[in-house]
């Protein structure tokens, strides 16, 4: 079993940014991949980023070159950094990890952060 816990929501004008955090309660390095996804009231899940076991990171189309997905093992953590933010990167902002065992998959999901930006 595994927890995950986001902070660093918040609402900030068109422009600006932020930085989510996700706090695992094991070790980053046991799953084989974590995420960030977004979800609006009425519309599906988002995929935002994903970040491998191996460092590999890949990225929605729509915030290529505006976010950034990374980790730091020491800390257990997951973060999203956010620029130059728009109105529609308004959501509430998840993370996830995935975790293969000899009994199969398991998913883990944040509780969910809000992030807001303002036109």
């Known amino acids: 079993q595994a927890q995950l816990v986001e902070s660093g929501g918040g609402l900030v004008q068109a422009g600006g940014s932020l930085r989510l955090s996700c706090a695992a309660s094991?070790?980053?390095?046991?799953?084989?991949?974590m995420s960030w996804y977004r979800q609006v009231p009425g519309k599906q899940r988002e995929l935002v980023a994903r970040i491998t076991s191996g460092g590999g990171a890949d990225y929605a189309d729509s915030v290529k070159g505006r976010f950034t997905i990374s980790r730091e093992v020491a800390e257990n953590s997951l973060y999203l950094q956010m620029n130059s933010l728009k109105p529609e990167d308004t959501a509430v902002y998840s993370c996830?990890?995935?975790?293969?065992?000899?009994?199969?998959?398991?998913?883990?999901w944040g509780q969910g952060t809000q992030v807001t930006v303002s036109s």
């Open positions: 996830s990890a995935v975790l293969h065992t000899i009994e199969g998959q398991s998913d883990y």
């Open positions: 094991a070790s980053i390095l046991s799953f084989s991949a």
